[in-house]
């Protein structure tokens, strides 16, 4: 792990070259502010729409017994999490750094709390739902060669293997390359969905809208039961995540405090408008029965309305996991940036080439890591392990926004959202967990276990610091030939940045957070 504080940009590492120095010098190399208003809804919308509502969006329609409560839940699960989102575009503006919810827990609640939330992302959440993602690309594009069989386990991993080093390519060669391929495949993922809504209104202009009639739509195919419930609004709050992943790019967001709130309004309302109507559209033409039994609704959905276009879904699927892939890259790479920038990871990972001025070294570990869970076989179970404890961070964040009102309200806050959202939030937040817990506690438990694995190794890499010299020669040679590779310097702070910092170090919450490391 890393062996100190943050290194800023003014401090360039012994093994900058003439060239980096230079470029350091005069305009200073830092992360460029090359997201806007279009590519940061592109963001949101392509990292929160996967394959999920093309493929199984059944994990709701089964828990809530009902095609009618199954829309509620969706539209409920929606509203809150644009609640959520609320929240996160205020300490995104409040708090303005790369890194997410990490940097918000950090720099509120101290050091470890802020170590915990990346070790668990490191460790486990974005390598597995990256390789998730990735097996689920491989699995439609080779689908057609494979009509009648599963394709080979070894050919999906490799085509998987494929896709990530293309797209880490691509993130590693330009910001602006990485957000238009985001730009072009979650317009290509929202027309499949605008064909699946279109094709559903042509249902029921047909007349075949028998499930969505009052009488039908809330009967119930098996017995109703509070707990079943409470998993849907928990699968349908599941189907929503990637909400707060611009909140991971904020520093290369063009006017952060006007575009990070706007593309939170536009994007979570057109993300819950596509799912509720896309739901809409599948009991149009499948029986809630048909679409429990199919293991890919879309494509289902396709076969009965398309015909011979049928093979538009499939492809769509494709495409929406490619982007999902990209995004997914793009934003963990800079949530390890900002650790790797705060002293919580090796010091080269906070580093950007010199020309590109992209993170190569967090976006190489970040490929490396989604690499080594492509050859495991128990990412599934892992997922299932960790997604608790990323739900739990989520409430954690929110509860923070509340604790730093109180500790700080004369902090400069250009959104100020009423408190009435983070306590709704949490309400709805604290209703799901305890029901998690109360449902699956061995799961949540190893969850847990999980996540504590990193207080040792935080109290050993991050909060000790007086290291054998040893080591920290070896770490420094280790530094320095990732430099050398990767031709990356630590990025240079702006004026704004530095006032920034004036900023931080006025406040006791941060004093607190850097003390604790």
């Known amino acids: ?294 293991n890919a609704v879309a494509v289902t959905f396709g076969e009965k309305l398309l015909g011979v276009m049928s093979w538009i879904m499939p492809i769509s699927v494709a495409l929406s996991t490619f982007g999902g892939v990209n995004g997914s890259l793009f934003t963990s790479s800079r949530l390890f940036f900002a650790g790797a920038r705060e002293g919580h990871l090796p010091r080269l990972l906070a580093m950007i080439h010199i020309k590109r001025c992209t993170p190569i070294p967090a976006l190489l570990f970040t490929c490396i890591s989604t690499l080594l869970m492509l050859v495991t076989s128990d990412m599934y179970t892992l997922i299932n392990y960790v997604g608790f404890i990323n739900y739990l961070f989520y409430g954690v964040t929110v509860a923070g926004q509340i604790v730093l009102r109180w500790k700080q309200p004369d902090l400069p806050r250009p959104i100020k959202v009423n408190l009435i959202f983070p306590v709704i939030y949490l309400l709805f937040w604290a209703f799901l967990l305890v029901f998690s817990l109360w449902s699956e506690p061995v799961v949540c438990g190893i969850g847990l276990a999980i996540m504590l694995t990193g207080v040792p190794v935080y109290f050993l890499g991050v909060h000790w610091q007086n290291k054998p010299a040893c080591f920290n020669t070896f770490i420094d040679n280790l530094t320095y030939i990732g430099q050398k590779f990767c031709v990356v310097v630590y990025p240079a702070e702006d004026s704004s940045s530095e006032s920034e910092e004036k900023q931080e170090l006025r406040s006791p919450l941060t004093k607190d957070s850097e003390e604790s490391q």
Not at 123 to 142: D, E, G, R
Not at 206 to 219: C, D, I, T
């Open 1 to 294: 792990m890393a062996d100190g504080p943050r290194q800023r940009g003014s401090t360039a590492a012994p093994a900058e070259s003439e060239g980096a120095a230079k470029s350091q010098g005069d305009s200073g190399v830092a992360l460029k502010k090359e997201i806007g208003l279009i590519s940061g809804c592109g963001i949101i919308v392509g990292n929160i729409i996967g394959s999920g509502i093309f493929v199984s969006p059944k994990g709701v329609l089964e828990n809530a017994g009902s095609v009618g409560l199954a829309l509620i839940v969706w539209i409920v699960t929606g509203l809150i999490t644009a609640v959520g989102a609320l929240c996160y575009a205020e300490l995104g503006v409040t708090i303005p750094k790369s890194g997410g919810d990490y940097s918000y827990v950090k720099d509120i609640f101290g050091g470890l709390a802020g170590f915990l939330r990346l070790w668990i992302a490191v460790l486990v959440i974005y390598p597995t739902n990256q390789a998730v993602i990735a097996l689920t690309f491989s699995n439609y594009v080779l689908q057609p060669l494979f009509p009648t069989c599963l394709a080979p386990e070894f050919g999906l991993r490799l085509l998987a293997a494929v896709c990530l080093l293309l797209l880490t390519w691509v993130n590693c060669s330009s910001v602006r390359w990485a957000t238009r391929v985001q730009d072009v495949f979650t317009a290509g993922k929202l027309l499949a969905l605008g064909l699946i809504i279109i094709m559903g209104i042509v249902q029921i202009c047909k007349g075949h809208y028998y499930w969505l009639e009052p009488s039908n739509a809330f009967e119930s195919f098996k017995e109703p039961d509070i707990g079943l419930v409470a998993l849907a609004f928990l699968q349908g709050s599941f189907a929503y995540g990637g909400w707060n992943f611009l909140n991971y790019v904020t520093e290369e967001l063009v006017e952060p405090h006007k575009n990070l709130p706007r593309a939170i309004y536009i994007s979570i309302p057109l993300v819950t408008f596509v799912y509720v109507f896309a739901n809409i559209a599948y009991v149009t033409a499948m029986t809630p029965q048909e679409l429990l039994d199919s």
